[in-house]
């Protein structure tokens, strides 16, 4: 039994091209994030001498918005306020509180 099986695009033709643009925009952001880890926050960009965090703004605001379009076409992936956001945004806000405590912390 062979366990190549027969993958096919999604048919639906917005929700496609809907989920390409996230994927994209999740690329560039990741782009500039990588940027602002390697560069620094308030680095620039040499050939643009745009600093990092208005890029890194602008990207989050790109991925916010491929989101958004996603959750109006798919209702059942709105995830604002869901559960699941919102223990994952209490453990990243525990997160940094144990980080916060560790730093004053050391000598
Ligand atoms: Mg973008």
Redesign the pocket.
Known sequence: MSEITLWKPEPDLILHQALGKLAE?LG?LTQIVARCLIQGYTGSDPKTQQHNYVRLRE?MA?VLAAIDWLSELRHDLETYDSPRHLKKLKGFRQWQKMLEDDARAAP
């Open positions: 925009e560039e990207e790109d």
